[in-house]
């Protein structure tokens, strides 16, 4: 199983930006289908953003198009989810997960969670 971490959330004013980032100790990112997904609370879970496995090219949901983007360091070992114009219905907890199935597909493994607020 793909141990995942977090980091990078916290509050930020609408319109702001926040760069999340998602590492892991012991396996190699590039070669995974790497996914974002947020939780709200009493809302489902809905998936924002994917990075396939080594060509890199990426899927982003509707609701987050043209604001967000996932980017991958393979130096750095780590997935990187820039996200501008944050609104207050972007609040959530952001995971980064495997895709085994590709992108849009079921998550495989996944981290904790950094919780993301945006609020005046």
């Known amino acids: 199983q793909v141990h995942l971490a977090e980091s990078g959330g916290g509050l930020v004013q609408p319109g702001g930006s926040l760069r999340l980032s998602c590492g892991s100790s012991?396996?190699?990112?590039?070669?995974?289908?790497i996914a974002w997904f947020r939780q709200a609370p009493g809302k489902e879970r809905e998936g924002v953003a994917c990075i396939r496995s080594l060509v890199s090219s990426t899927w982003y949901s509707d609701s987050v198009k043209g604001r967000f983007t996932i980017s991958r360091d393979n130096a750095k070992n780590t997935v990187y989810l820039q996200m501008n114009n944050l609104k207050p219905e972007d609040t959530a907890i952001y995971h980064c997960a495997t895709a085994p199935e590709g992108c849009g597909g079921k998550f495989g493994s996944w981290g904790q969670g950094t919780q993301v607020t945006v609020s005046s």
């Open positions: 012991g396996f190699t990112l590039d070669h995974y289908n």
